[in-house]
Each structure stands twice: as C-alpha cells, then as structure tokens.
C-alpha cells in the first residue's frame, strides 16, 4: 500500500530554512505527480506546491512562490520541499501526497516558525 513518510521538521527562527523529505513507497513513485500541503493551527488544509511526473513542472502557492522549491529525486523515491525565508505564518504540519490534487498523505512533519 502507499507510504509516504515525511522528515526534517523542527523549530526555526524567522528568515531561517528547513529541508523537508517524503520517502514514497507502494506505488511507481516516477509515474505519479506529488504535492506538499500544510495545515496551520486551526486552520484547514492548504495546497502549497506540486510537481508533476515526467518533466517535473512545479507549481506553487503564491503565499510561498519565491521562498519555497519542490523537487524530486526518482531513483530515490524521494519528494524533497526547500523552505527558505520562513515566516511565521509558515507554522504549520506539512504532509506530502500522492498525486497533484488528490491522493493519500502522509502522517505529516511539525514546523515551526518562531523567534
């Protein structure tokens, strides 16, 4: 069955960087777009990026668009979120999913974005 299994949360300080990874295994990880999404306290879930299979087009939620980069490594089954310039308003879980707009997500990593 899908696993995804994200890492690399923490606490950081505003203007910092964190390096998130998702290990994906139970699907052809190389034939399947991913995406990131979070959720604040008490707020719902929000998109924030997503790469497809193949040529690995990325897109972005304007709220990170300059801040943030997905990439992939395919040999790896790896789906990787660069966070750089993180706000506090970046606090958040974030889980990656299967698939581009709908599939299953992991059980999430806590970041942190606090002085």
């Known amino acids: 069955q899908v696993q995804l299994v994200e890492s690399g949360g923490g606490l950081v300080q505003p203007g910092g960087s964190l390096r998130l990874s998702c290990a994906a295994s139970?699907?052809?990880?190389?034939?399947?777009?991913m995406r990131w999404v979070r959720q604040a306290p008490g707020k719902g879930l929000e998109w924030v990026s997503g790469?497809?299979?193949?040529?690995?087009?990325?897109t972005y939620a304007d709220s990170v668009k300059g801040r943030f980069i997905i990439s992939r490594d395919n040999a790896k089954n790896t789906l990787y979120l660069q966070m750089n310039s993180l706000e506090v308003e970046d606090t958040a879980v974030y889980y990656c999913a299967k698939g581009t707009k709908s599939g299953p997500r992991g059980q999430g990593t806590q970041v942190t974005v606090s002085s």
């Open positions: 790469i497809s299979s193949g040529r690995g087009i990325t």
């Open positions: 139970g699907f052809a990880f190389n034939l399947f777009g």
